[in-house]
């Protein structure tokens, strides 16, 4: 579903070109749940905007369900990401001025592929029912990423990237949105990439491979 | 759809955005738009007066040295075949007012130059020509009896206001004029004519169409214009700022938005057309006030342009959809034009930047002094243009580089003065105050330019009119020194009435008075005696030796300074008034508020080379104690309509409120600028006081009370507000100085000398500070109640 | 008779229209009246009337062109009265109208000029006899000089009087209606003319028969009189024909002269005369009579009268038609023909 090969992206800093991805590699299959572990700075952020095609690499090849996407245009990349896609963040990214339902079903909306019920499923399971009209700053962190968390799934991906969904979240909370995550893939058949620096919870998922300075090493 | 929803949705959560949004850019709008509407309505009344009946819009034989043409050279040319016709035209005052009064030949003239009918059908030919007479006037006129005249006056659509026309036996009649003004030369003449100056040594003139009153009119058209793009100007920092700040706060939005699978064009194209929708819709709303504007301010600028230039313009206004079409059309601009900056921002958005909202409109150092550097340019322009710089066109280009300039500098200016002030101050309170102003100040300084052009246009503008305000009325005093002045029906009632009054009076001076042109333009001609009351006040500006003397032998003439700034004449140079009458000039004088060309010569040369002069106005000096006696004495002998005998304190006063009316407009759309640029600094204010928590809420863990730090806010604000005013005032006063000694010189033709009104700038001080703490004053009362939590959150979260 | 059109309100077309020629009807309010005991005299009758109304100098000249083809010229000078009297400068009551045309088989050319009195723009001296407006001139009475100019013509004839001036009705009384409307009237009816007629073809000279009419009056036609049909004939035998018809609401009005060659004249009654319209011209929607009977049976005279151009349509301020015709039947010549009303 996924391959990648032979990635390399370089970054300018201020002490010179720095090497953040060096000849790297994956192979992800659907339904499967892959934990990217390591240090900040290793790479691992690098690797999933690639992959998600916010980002270009400068040489090697990304291929999403059969498609070359480093070779894509903005336009067509954000269509990939719009209909294949999740993206969840760190930040929850939600937008302020709309309401908890209104961004759940945003990516839905602009895929143009609203499943009603399913929505509302989905809302259930991540226990926002009854939270539809609020805002996103009238809710609490665990909140918010839940309902980032919807807003990715109510369009179905094939592949979720997330980048430190719980790194603002308290351990407990963090575990309960890493569960609702881990089940709402399996359900869809979605494969899931984390990238998270903490051991514990890369243990519950199916794969993990650590990066290293721009290198992947099983662990 | 989707997309566009999300992007709008931040404007119903921030209805107060989108109302400044609207508000700014409806104000600007509606400021520009109401001048060019009155501009619009004023060139239509030109062009009117011009093109619609009359004899104006035809080429035209004039006499080789001004004056009438004499009759016989007008039927010398019909017996020889050429087709003219004669047309008697002056001024007369009806009931206070003065009237163009055009008689025409019907017989002979162009077709057009008559109406055919009125609506109603009623033109009675035989009376229009022959009997009591009548006269057709624009629509809507309303002219009070008068017993020099019993005329039957017919409305009619075409007829331009202020006109009075009627037969040329009428316009005799009433003008005590017989022989033709010019000659209207028709179009089509017979083949085989003999040569025209074979025939005649009259000169063939261009038809008037408009362009004279055009001419003179076209500075004070110019000076609304620019009041109106200053408004514009002031409006359009508004919707700058608005729109940066709603693009600042929506840039994750936007992050999101695209990582979401949202592409960077049509993101873009969403954001083109929901600023065009706010634009057509403020447009629409600044359309109407627009209108509403020019129609309340129109019945003044009617009032100034009769005052000033003589120009007639109806007092009503014509909506017209093609103007309506431009102020949406400028509003569209301008909101692109304030977008475009923040959309190159988006369009240049990289996806992965920090999703933070950066500090809006954070303009760094950098940018500070950049924006310094071009003040000073346009200064150096500013500067340049005053020094090298002629024309109307030239003054107002020295105007706006002096504005912008000083507008570019004021951040820096202000960064400066503050950093001074911190260098005076201890504390550490102090300190902070001072540190957190500084950093405020880029948010800030958008609203405070706004606020420096709009100070600084008040008190140039103020201290302008104020100096003319002052010279004129010294002049007034200086000029009206005689206690009465009586009106007759004609001259020869005049003469009686001089008759009458000579044992009882120290003096009856003729008001003899008569139009000429002198090198085509219009020129009044006086005629005076030699008499003390010239002598001890005239305001003379430059004056050769014994120049009364002079003048009284008929040796020199006398030039007002509009002339002679016009014509470029010194002491000496001559004047032809008269194809037989050249003279040198004597002395230049003073003559405010005039807009034509005016000289005097002795009474003895004004009637030897001037047919018909009117000479039914008479100057009477007295004791003033025995004004009242002598008024009862004219009128018991005299059968004088009301407004026949008015005394200096009259005269003088209807002056003054000519004055006043004069300057109404420029007062009014003063005061709506200042206005808009409150509204701007209100604006900032608010918008700022929303990322001001972060700023406060450390000094509140720290131990300041909620009280205490909105009593700084406001100050704070004051104290930049104050600055402002200190740099506007020097700018301010460098506008007078332009406007009285470049753009009024090039405008009306008169210089006058600079004052300054110190207690106007306080009160305009008092003005902006009692505005900006009711600016500042709400969002500190916002910052007074909010509650603890909220300032709590700021540690919790980063929003 | 020269019963011609002369309107106070030329300038404005429309509101002449709705009053029509019935104007020439309107009461002479303080004007004079003519007076079948007034005996005409000269040289001043020759001058202008101002205490009446209307008055006019009226020549009409039937031409033939060194080209070979036949004109005809008309001159002629209005003078209305909006006031009895006349002064001196703009003030002046007097309005005067100038109308001249020349007339081909295929061409009729017009113009028009307009004048206030008291100024010298237009006006009439008795000694030397002078008529004029603008350049047009009518100078002498038995040697005449006769100039007129438009915007694509140009005529200056020299006319000979070769008969004597002949009063028209009763010692120039001429009555127009049965309820006592009347002018004073006299002819010139026997003037040889040469000259040069400037067309934008060329120059062409021409010679031919002129006659003058004069008329004066306040009150010409009755109320119910809505225009006429006016004859000026010269037969080939040296006689002359005056005849006219005014058509009323119920009744029409004919009056006529007989003129001998050698210039002795016999005034005819109503009824005396008869013009039968025989063929029309449709002309700006109106339908105009341009061939007739006529018939004078004291006279014996039965002729067909036929417009030479039959669109010598006068398109002045108030319209009318004008022209030159041919005479056949039972006496031959030219003569010109006048209708209004139509």
């Given at each position: 579903m996924?391959?990648?090969?032979?990635?390399?992206?370089?970054?300018?800093?201020?002490?010179?070109?720095?090497?953040?991805?060096?000849?790297v590699?994956?192979?992800?299959?659907?339904?499967?749940?892959?934990?990217?572990?390591?240090e900040?700075?290793?790479g691992k952020?690098t690797?999933?905007?690639?992959?998600?095609?916010l980002?270009?690499?400068?040489?090697?090849?990304?291929?999403l369900?059969?498609?070359?996407?480093?070779?894509?245009g903005?336009?067509?990349?954000a269509?990939?990401?719009?209909?294949?896609?999740?993206?969840?963040?760190?930040?929850?990214?939600?937008?302020?001025?709309?309401?908890?339902?209104?961004?759940?079903a945003?990516?839905?909306?602009?895929a143009?592929?609203v499943?009603?019920?399913?929505?509302?499923?989905?809302?259930?399971?991540?226990g926002?029912a009854?939270?539809g009209?609020?805002?996103?700053?009238?809710?609490?962190?665990?909140?918010?990423q839940?309902?980032?968390?919807?807003r990715?799934l109510?369009?179905?991906?094939?592949?979720?990237?997330?980048?430190?969904?719980?790194?603002?979240?308290?351990?407990?909370?963090g575990?309960a949105?890493?569960?609702l995550?881990?089940g709402?893939?399996q359900?869809?058949?979605?494969?899931?990439?984390?990238?998270?620096?903490?051991?514990?919870?890369?243990?519950?998922?199916?794969?993990?491979?650590?990066?290293?300075r721009?290198?992947?090493?099983?662990a | 759809?989707?997309a566009?929803?999300?992007l709008?949705?931040?404007?119903?959560?921030?209805?107060?955005?989108?109302a400044t949004?609207?508000?700014?850019?409806?104000?600007?709008?509606?400021?520009?738009?109401?001048?060019q509407?009155?501009?619009?309505?004023a060139?239509q009344?030109?062009?009117?007066?011009?093109?619609?009946?009359?004899a104006?819009?035809y080429?035209?034989?004039?006499?080789?040295?001004?004056?009438p043409?004499?009759?016989?050279?007008?039927?010398?040319?019909?017996?020889?075949?050429?087709?003219v016709?004669?047309?008697?035209?002056?001024?007369?005052?009806?009931g206070?007012?003065s009237?163009?009064?055009?008689?025409?030949e019907?017989?002979?003239?162009?077709?057009d130059t008559?109406?055919?009918?009125?609506e109603?059908g009623?033109v009675?030919?035989?009376?229009?020509?022959?009997?009591?007479g009548?006269?057709f006037?624009?629509?809507?006129t309303?002219i009070?009896?008068?017993?020099?005249?019993?005329?039957?006056?017919?409305?009619?659509p075409?007829?331009a206001?202020?006109?009075?026309l009627?037969?040329?036996?009428?316009?005799?009649?009433?003008?005590?004029?017989?022989?033709?003004?010019?000659?209207?030369?028709?179009?089509?003449?017979?083949?085989?004519l003999p040569?025209?100056?074979?025939?005649?040594?009259?000169?063939?003139?261009?038809?008037e169409?408009?362009?004279?009153?055009?001419r003179l009119?076209?500075?004070?058209?110019?000076?609304l214009?620019?009041?109106g793009?200053?408004?514009?100007?002031?409006?359009?920092?508004i919707?700058?700022a608005?729109?940066?700040l709603a693009?600042?706060?929506?840039?994750?939005v936007?992050r999101?938005l695209?990582?979401?699978?949202?592409?960077?064009?049509?993101?873009?194209?969403?954001?083109?057309?929901?600023?065009?929708?706010?634009?057509?819709?403020?447009g629409?709303?600044?359309?109407?006030?627009?209108?509403?504007v020019?129609?309340?301010?129109l019945?003044?600028?009617?009032g100034?342009?009769?005052s000033l230039?003589g120009?007639?313009?109806?007092?009503a206004?014509?909506?017209?959809p093609?103007?309506?079409?431009v102020?949406?059309?400028?509003?569209?601009?301008g909101?692109?034009?304030?977008?475009?900056?923040?959309?190159?921002?988006?369009?240049r958005?990289?996806l992965?930047?920090?999703?933070?909202?950066?500090?809006?409109?954070?303009?760094?150092a950098?940018?500070m002094r950049?924006q310094a550097?071009a003040?000073?340019?346009?200064?150096?322009v500013?500067?340049?243009?005053?020094?090298?710089?002629?024309?109307?066109?030239m003054?107002?280009?020295c105007?706006?580089?002096?504005?912008?300039?000083?507008?570019?500098?004021l951040?820096?200016a202000?960064?400066?003065?503050?950093?001074?002030?911190?260098?005076?101050l201890h504390?550490?309170?102090?300190?902070?105050?001072?540190a957190?102003?500084?950093?405020?100040?880029?948010?800030?300084?958008?609203?405070?330019m706004?606020?420096?052009l709009?100070?600084?246009a008040?008190?140039?503008?103020?201290?302008?009119v104020?100096?003319?305000?002052?010279?004129f009325?010294?002049w007034?005093?200086?000029?009206?020194?005689?206690?009465?002045?009586?009106?007759?029906?004609?001259?020869?009632?005049?003469?009686?009435?001089r008759?009458f009054?000579?044992?009882?009076?120290?003096?009856?001076?003729?008001?003899?008075q008569?139009?000429?042109?002198?090198?085509?333009?219009?020129?009044?001609?006086?005629?005076?005696?030699?008499?003390a009351?010239y002598?001890?006040?005239?305001?003379?500006?430059?004056?050769?030796?014994d120049?009364?003397e002079?003048?009284?032998?008929?040796?020199v003439?006398?030039?007002?300074?509009?002339?002679a700034?016009?014509?470029?004449?010194?002491?000496?140079?001559?004047?032809?008034l008269?194809?037989?009458?050249?003279?040198p000039?004597?002395g230049?004088y003073?003559?405010y508020?005039?807009?034509?060309?005016q000289?005097?010569v002795?009474?003895?040369?004004l009637?030897r080379?001037?047919?018909?002069?009117?000479?039914s106005?008479?100057?009477?000096?007295?004791?003033?104690?025995?004004?009242q006696?002598v008024?009862?004495?004219?009128?018991a002998?005299?059968?004088?309509?009301?407004?026949a005998?008015?005394?200096?304190?009259?005269?003088?006063?209807?002056?003054?409120?000519v004055?006043?009316?004069t300057?109404r407009?420029?007062?009014?759309?003063?005061?709506?600028?200042l206005?808009?640029?409150?509204?701007?600094?209100l604006?900032s204010?608010?918008?700022?006081?929303?990322?001001r928590?972060p700023?406060?809420?450390?000094l509140?863990?720290?131990?300041?009370?909620?009280?205490?730090?909105?009593?700084?806010?406001?100050?704070k604000?004051?104290?930049?507000?104050?600055?402002?005013?200190?740099?506007?005032?020097?700018?301010?006063?460098a506008?007078?100085?332009?406007l009285?000694?470049v753009v009024?010189?090039e405008?009306f033709?008169?210089?006058?000398?600079?004052?300054?009104?110190?207690?106007?700038?306080?009160?305009?001080l008092?003005?902006?500070?009692?505005s900006s703490?009711?600016?500042?004053?709400?969002?500190?009362?916002?910052?007074?109640?909010?509650?603890?939590s909220?300032?709590?959150?700021?540690f919790?979260?980063?929003? | 008779?020269?019963v011609?059109?002369f309107?106070?309100?030329?300038?404005?077309a429309?509101?002449?229209?709705?009053?029509?020629f019935s104007?020439?009807g309107?009461?002479?309010?303080?004007?004079?009246v003519?007076d079948?005991?007034?005996?005409?005299?000269?040289?001043q009758?020759?001058?202008?009337?101002?205490?009446?109304?209307?008055?006019?100098?009226?020549?009409t000249?039937?031409?033939?062109?060194?080209?070979?083809?036949d004109?005809?010229?008309?001159?002629?000078?209005?003078?209305?009265?909006?006031?009895?009297?006349?002064?001196?400068?703009?003030?002046?009551?007097?309005?005067?109208?100038g109308?001249?045309?020349?007339?081909?088989?295929?061409?009729?050319?017009?113009?028009?000029?307009l004048?206030?009195?008291?100024?010298?723009?237009?006006?009439v001296?008795?000694?030397?006899?002078?008529?004029?407006?603008d350049?047009?001139r009518?100078a002498?009475?038995?040697?005449?000089?006769?100039?007129?100019?438009g915007d694509?013509?140009?005529?200056?004839?020299?006319l000979?009087?070769?008969?004597?001036l002949?009063?028209?009705?009763v010692?120039?009384?001429?009555?127009?209606?049965?309820d006592?409307q009347?002018?004073?009237?006299?002819?010139?009816?026997?003037?040889?003319?040469?000259?040069?007629?400037?067309?934008?073809?060329?120059v062409?000279e021409?010679?031919g028969?002129?006659w003058?009419?004069?008329?004066w009056?306040?009150?010409?036609?009755?109320?119910?009189?809505?225009?006429w049909d006016w004859?000026?004939?010269q037969?080939?035998?040296?006689?002359?024909?005056?005849g006219?018809?005014?058509?009323?609401?119920?009744?029409?009005?004919?009056?006529?002269?007989?003129?001998?060659?050698d210039g002795?004249?016999t005034?005819?009654?109503?009824?005396?005369?008869?013009?039968?319209?025989?063929?029309?011209?449709?002309?700006?929607?109106?339908?105009i009579?341009?061939?007739?009977?006529?018939?004078?049976?004291?006279?014996?005279?039965?002729?067909?009268?036929?417009?030479l151009?039959?669109r010598?349509?006068?398109g002045?301020?108030?319209?009318?038609?004008?022209?030159?015709?041919?005479?056949?039947?039972?006496?031959?010549?030219?003569?010109?023909?006048e209708?209004?009303?139509?």
């Amino acid at each position: 579903m996924l391959s990648v090969t032979d990635l390399t992206k370089t970054y300018p800093s201020t002490e010179g070109p720095v090497d953040v991805l060096r000849a790297v590699s994956l192979a992800v299959n659907g339904g499967e749940s892959v934990a990217l572990t390591g240090e900040s700075g290793s790479g691992k952020s690098t690797l999933l905007h690639l992959i998600g095609g916010l980002d270009r690499p400068d040489s090697g090849e990304i291929r999403l369900m059969g498609q070359e996407i480093s070779a894509l245009g903005d336009a067509a990349r954000a269509r990939l990401r719009r209909d294949r896609v999740g993206l969840v963040f760190q930040q929850f990214n939600l937008v302020p001025s709309l309401t908890v339902a209104q961004n759940i079903a945003l990516q839905a909306r602009l895929a143009g592929r609203v499943d009603t019920r399913w929505i509302a499923d989905l809302t259930e399971r991540l226990g926002l029912a009854g939270l539809g009209a609020r805002y996103p700053e009238q809710l609490s962190g665990g909140q918010q990423q839940r309902v980032a968390i919807g807003r990715t799934l109510a369009n179905r991906p094939a592949l979720i990237l997330a980048d430190e969904p719980t790194g603002n979240l308290d351990e407990e909370t963090g575990d309960a949105v890493l569960s609702l995550m881990l089940g709402l893939a399996q359900t869809t058949g979605a494969a899931l990439i984390m990238a998270t620096h903490s051991q514990r919870l890369a243990q519950r998922f199916s794969r993990r491979i650590h990066v290293r300075r721009g290198r992947l090493e099983a662990a | 759809m989707p997309a566009f929803l999300t992007l709008l949705s931040h404007w119903r959560r921030h209805p107060g955005q989108l109302a400044t949004l609207i508000l700014g850019l409806a104000l600007a709008t509606a400021l520009w738009s109401g001048v060019q509407a009155i501009n619009e309505e004023a060139r239509q009344s030109y062009a009117r007066a011009a093109a619609t009946l009359g004899a104006n819009g035809y080429e035209r034989l004039e006499a080789p040295g001004g004056g009438p043409v004499r009759r016989e050279d007008y039927i010398a040319l019909r017996r020889a075949g050429w087709l003219v016709s004669p047309v008697i035209r002056g001024r007369m005052d009806i009931g206070g007012e003065s009237w163009r009064v055009m008689g025409v030949e019907p017989l002979t003239a162009p077709p057009d130059t008559l109406p055919r009918t009125n609506e109603r059908g009623e033109v009675d030919p035989s009376a229009f020509l022959t009997g009591a007479g009548q006269a057709f006037v624009a629509d809507g006129t309303e002219i009070d009896p008068d017993r020099r005249i019993s005329l039957e006056f017919i409305p009619h659509p075409d007829v331009a206001p202020g006109l009075i026309l009627t037969d040329i036996a009428v316009a005799e009649r009433m003008l005590g004029q017989s022989d033709p003004t010019f000659l209207i030369l028709l179009p089509d003449q017979p083949a085989g004519l003999p040569d025209l100056a074979s025939v005649t040594d009259l000169v063939r003139v261009q038809a008037e169409s408009g362009e004279d009153l055009s001419r003179l009119t076209d500075s004070f058209h110019l000076n609304l214009t620019a009041f109106g793009f200053l408004s514009f100007a002031v409006g359009l920092f508004i919707v700058h700022a608005t729109i940066g700040l709603a693009f600042e706060q929506r840039r994750p939005v936007f992050r999101t938005l695209r990582a979401i699978g949202l592409p960077l064009s049509r993101l873009i194209t969403a954001l083109v057309v929901e600023v065009t929708l706010i634009a057509l819709l403020a447009g629409a709303i600044g359309v109407m006030l627009g209108y509403l504007v020019a129609a309340a301010l129109l019945p003044d600028v009617a009032g100034t342009l009769r005052s000033l230039y003589g120009a007639e313009i109806a007092g009503a206004l014509a909506f017209r959809p093609l103007w309506a079409g431009v102020g949406l059309g400028i509003a569209l601009v301008g909101a692109w034009l304030s977008a475009a900056q923040a959309l190159w921002k988006v369009a240049r958005m990289p996806l992965l930047a920090a999703a933070q909202p950066r500090a809006w409109a954070m303009a760094s150092a950098r940018s500070m002094r950049g924006q310094a550097v071009a003040g000073a340019a346009l200064l150096a322009v500013s500067l340049a243009t005053a020094v090298f710089g002629t024309g109307l066109v030239m003054g107002f280009l020295c105007l706006g580089a002096l504005l912008l300039g000083a507008a570019l500098l004021l951040p820096g200016a202000l960064s400066l003065a503050l950093r001074g002030i911190a260098a005076r101050l201890h504390g550490p309170l102090a300190e902070w105050v001072i540190a957190d102003t500084r950093q405020q100040l880029p948010g800030l300084s958008l609203a405070l330019m706004a606020l420096l052009l709009a100070l600084a246009a008040n008190i140039g503008v103020s201290t302008m009119v104020g100096s003319f305000r002052l010279t004129f009325l010294g002049w007034l005093d200086q000029r009206l020194v005689s206690e009465l002045y009586v009106t007759a029906a004609d001259n020869d009632e005049a003469a009686e009435i001089r008759a009458f009054l000579a044992p009882m009076t120290d003096a009856t001076l003729p008001i003899a008075q008569t139009e000429t042109r002198v090198e085509g333009r219009p020129v009044s001609v006086y005629g005076i005696v030699d008499h003390a009351t010239y002598r001890d006040h005239w305001p003379l500006l430059e004056t050769i030796p014994d120049v009364w003397e002079r003048l009284s032998q008929g040796a020199v003439v006398l030039v007002n300074e509009q002339m002679a700034r016009g014509k470029g004449l010194s002491l000496g140079d001559p004047v032809r008034l008269a194809p037989d009458l050249s003279l040198p000039v004597g002395g230049v004088y003073s003559d405010y508020g005039n807009p034509t060309g005016q000289a005097i010569v002795s009474l003895d040369l004004l009637e030897r080379h001037f047919a018909p002069i009117d000479q039914s106005r008479t100057a009477v000096r007295i004791d003033p104690e025995q004004r009242q006696t002598v008024i009862a004495a004219i009128e018991a002998a005299f059968d004088l309509p009301e407004g026949a005998v008015v005394d200096q304190e009259s005269v003088k006063r209807a002056s003054i409120r000519v004055f006043e009316q004069t300057f109404r407009v420029t007062g009014a759309l003063n005061i709506l600028t200042l206005g808009v640029a409150g509204f701007a600094l209100l604006a900032s204010l608010m918008t700022l006081s929303t990322m001001r928590l972060p700023q406060v809420a450390p000094l509140w863990a720290l131990g300041e009370t909620r009280a205490r730090l909105a009593r700084i806010e406001v100050v704070k604000t004051l104290a930049l507000v104050v600055l402002t005013w200190g740099v506007a005032l020097p700018v301010g006063l460098a506008l007078a100085w332009v406007l009285l000694a470049v753009v009024n010189v090039e405008a009306f033709g008169w210089r006058l000398p600079m004052q300054v009104f110190p207690r106007d700038w306080l009160w305009l001080l008092s003005l902006s500070m009692f505005s900006s703490t009711l600016a500042a004053g709400y969002p500190a009362l916002g910052l007074l109640r909010t509650p603890p939590s909220q300032l709590l959150k700021v540690f919790s979260n980063e929003r | 008779m020269n019963v011609r059109v002369f309107l106070v309100a030329i300038f404005w077309a429309n509101q002449a229209l709705t009053q029509g020629f019935s104007g020439l009807g309107t009461e002479a309010e303080g004007f004079a009246v003519p007076d079948p005991d007034y005996r005409i005299s000269f040289p001043q009758d020759h001058g202008p009337h101002p205490d009446f109304r209307i008055e006019w100098w009226y020549m009409t000249a039937t031409l033939q062109g060194a080209d070979g083809r036949d004109y005809g010229v008309q001159w002629t000078l209005f003078r209305s009265a909006m006031a009895p009297g006349d002064v001196e400068g703009w003030q002046s009551p007097q309005v005067w109208m100038g109308h001249a045309a020349v007339t081909s088989a295929d061409q009729h050319r017009f113009a028009e000029r307009l004048a206030r009195g008291g100024i010298g723009q237009a006006g009439v001296v008795s000694e030397p006899f002078q008529a004029f407006i603008d350049d047009w001139r009518m100078a002498g009475i038995e040697e005449m000089q006769l100039i007129a100019r438009g915007d694509d013509f140009a005529y200056d004839l020299s006319l000979s009087a070769q008969g004597p001036l002949v009063l028209q009705g009763v010692e120039g009384f001429s009555v127009k209606s049965p309820d006592g409307q009347a002018s004073h009237y006299f002819s010139l009816p026997f003037y040889e003319v040469t000259g040069t007629l400037s067309l934008p073809e060329g120059v062409v000279e021409v010679t031919g028969d002129g006659w003058l009419d004069r008329e004066w009056s306040s009150q010409p036609l009755s109320e119910d009189q809505e225009g006429w049909d006016w004859f000026s004939l010269q037969f080939d035998n040296g006689a002359r024909l005056m005849g006219f018809e005014l058509r009323g609401s119920e009744t029409d009005f004919t009056a006529a002269t007989w003129i001998d060659a050698d210039g002795i004249a016999t005034p005819f009654e109503d009824g005396d005369i008869r013009a039968t319209p025989l063929q029309t011209t449709a002309f700006e929607g109106r339908e105009i009579p341009t061939t007739w009977r006529v018939e004078l049976p004291g006279r014996n005279v039965d002729v067909t009268v036929e417009a030479l151009n039959p669109r010598a349509w006068m398109g002045v301020s108030f319209p009318y038609w004008e022209g030159p015709v041919t005479v056949s039947g039972s006496h031959s010549g030219r003569g010109y023909l006048e209708m209004t009303g139509y």
